[in-house]
């Protein structure tokens, strides 16, 4: 809603483009309100914003000459150029942190569901999965073909998993003004038995896909993620 689906279209399409054809888009509702007051974006429409900005973006996307008239956008004979390479237009995710009404709006407009680790653990995941299959089968639509996404899973790993901590608990306390979580399954630090646990954790919860964000020293932490991590995954 904090930002007009013309001009994400424009971006999106490019971004189609130059990834050779491989963009996944992921949209959300917003929580912070002041970014909303900022840009003086009513907050408590937001939700009814994504709905209409969705499909106003999906048609952009479709095709040329794009027409949509919503409660909060409108246009007319609107074509993108360039065109996305992905036919009919790339995949549109919806997030979604578990509730109920959010899991309806993804299973009825969404290409796949973007879920939290941050604010989600591995048991509440599987739970708020089974509620969004169940809005899917609802629709006619299959489960097992429609994908998803753990993102927001803040990652540090090392060799010692007390070191880990130690550098990666400061950064996540300040970046999310909360007590650090060690036995949430919300964040991957620690050693490289204890990471791998916790995405066996989530990988049985049902996660398809799991986005992780190292909280410094990312070429690093990528390179030992594929090191130490995925072997025996």
Known sequence: PLRHPVAMAQSFATLDVLSGGNLIIGVGEGSTQSDFDALGIPFQER??????GVVALRALLSGPGASHHGPFYSFDDITVAPASLQKPCPPIWLSGWGAPVGLRRVARLGDGWIASAWHSSPEEFQ???????????????????FPNAVNTMFMYVDADGDRARQVAVPIIERTTRTTFDGEGGHFLVGDYEECKTLLRRWMDAGAKQICVW????????????????????
């Open 47 to 52: 939700r009814k914003m994504l709905v209409d």
């Open 214 to 233: 190292p909280v410094t020293d990312a070429p690093r932490q990528i390179q030992m993620f594929g090191e130490y991590l995925l072997p025996g995954l």
């Open 127 to 145: 739970t708020a999965l089974g509620v969004l299959n169940s809005a899917l089968e609802s629709r006619g639509r299959d489960p097992d073909d």
